[in-house]
């Protein structure tokens, strides 16, 4: 029985000869438990290391050398000035000079010594998987999937080319009674694949459905009044991809709680040209999102511009779901931020006990000259900035 190897990458000759002769540990950093077999090595992808020192095998699995770019590149979405590239500029310079010098602290190599690298210079062969004769018949077996899998906060190593259609008559479908050239392209949300962007934020205790809105099984899981609320006049203005308030990053929608990497709120400010502007009852508001990096402040500081201090109640907040109140208004860190509209007096003056989170987003009485308005949610591009850590 060939022997797995964990490392001694350097045993290996330039042609490849060398490793028909052993099976090889694939290095994702995360961990592959499948050994790279001799058919494997021909797709596998290889990468290089920073150090000498590296006892990994420098080869990995496509699957988890496409899991490991993704986590890499969820990590520029949410570092420096990577933030204002867009996601094809991203995949574009990742593995150049101006990319890679970014995106280095998300490379460590599993041994701790070393960052790794794809290597350019690879050629990498496609071979198609096929049945091999003689065994089984010829046919593949396919495992079955048990019947107590859940859903789970983990890395898909294949992620579904799936998404969700609004549209009735799909480009494809026949007997739509239009002229094919005629049919407009089905609006659709994405389905989530992975939860990437929680798993490089949170730490590993706020991974659970209770700080990360999850798909709630009430009448099958099909109905639930915020969601429809939230896709269904994202549809009327065919909006599938929103941005964040704070750093303008591209946050795509999802058909399914969590429905965004961060939150959805309603404001009565349109502090962003990309804000909708929704009926919320018999008042209009504006559906406004920011990112899971802006609310725990993993790449960027959200600070107010009148006292300085750091706004911390991102971090309070249930992600990927929507609040029917401003976010920015509770618990005001300064007098800019709790005066009357009108009179510039303190609202929060005579107040008895502390109000609630919803309290602060609602119409106030001044106790001095008695105007009644939104005191404490202030435009919100005027009170907060936000700097990098």
């Known amino acids: 029985m060939a022997s797995v190897s964990e490392g001694q990458s350097s045993s290996f000759s330039s042609n490849g000869d060398d490793l028909e002769d052993s099976l090889v540990v694939c290095c994702a950093p995360d961990g592959c438990s499948a050994p790279l077999t001799p058919l494997d090595l021909h797709k596998s992808i290889k990468l290089v290391s ?18 490991f770019e993704e986590s890499i590149l969820q990590f520029l979405r949410l570092s420096g000035r990577a933030r204002s590239w867009s996601d094809k500029q991203r995949r574009q310079n990742l593995w150049t000079k101006r990319g890679y010098d970014l995106a280095v602290k998300a490379c460590q190599c599993r041994c701790k010594k070393g960052f790794l690298r794809k290597d350019l210079d690879q050629q990498v062969e496609e071979v198609e998987q096929a049945p091999i004769e003689g065994v089984g018949g010829g046919k593949s077996k396919k495992k079955k999937k048990k019947s107590n899998d859940k859903p789970l906060l983990i890395l898909t190593t294949s992620p579904p080319n799936r998404s969700r259609t609004i549209s009735g008559c799909s ?25 990437h ?33 939230i896709l269904s006049n994202l549809t009327t203005y065919k909006v599938n991809t929103v941005h964040c308030l704070m750093c303008l990053r591209d946050l795509p929608v999802y058909d399914r709680y969590p429905l965004l990497d961060g939150l959805f709120f309603l404001s009565i400010h349109k502090s962003h040209r990309s804000a909708i502007e929704i009926e919320h009852g018999t008042e209009k508001r504006f559906l406004c999102s920011i990112c899971v990096g802006c609310l725990h402040g993993f790449s ?11 706004w911390t109640n991102g971090k309070l907040y249930q992600l990927g779901t929507l609040y029917n109140y401003d976010v920015f208004a509770p618990s005001p860190c300064c007098k800019r931020r709790s005066c009357c509209n009108k009179c510039r ?5 005579g107040t008895e006990q502390t109000p609630s989170y919803s309290w602060f987003a609602q119409r106030v009485l001044c106790p001095h000259c008695g105007d009644k308005d939104f005191h404490f949610s202030k435009p919100h591009l005027s009170t907060f900035k936000i700097t990098d850590q």
């Open 300 to 310: 960027a500081r959200i600070e107010c511009r009148h006292c300085g201090e750091e």
């Open 171 to 195: 480009t494809g479908s026949e007997g739509c009674g239009i002229p094919r050239h005629q049919r407009e392209v089905p609006f659709s949300f994405s389905r989530r694949s992975d939860y």
């Open 197 to 229: 962007a929680f798993l490089v934020t949170l730490p590993r205790q706020l991974l659970n459905p209770y700080h990360i809105k999850m798909e709630d099984e009430t009448y099958g899981g099909n109905y639930d009044e915020n969601r429809n609320f």
């Open 50 to 67: 920073s150090s000498d020192q590296c006892v990994c095998s420098l080869y990995m699995h496509r699957a988890c050398f496409d899991q």
């Open 345 to 349: 007096g303190s609202v929060l003056k």
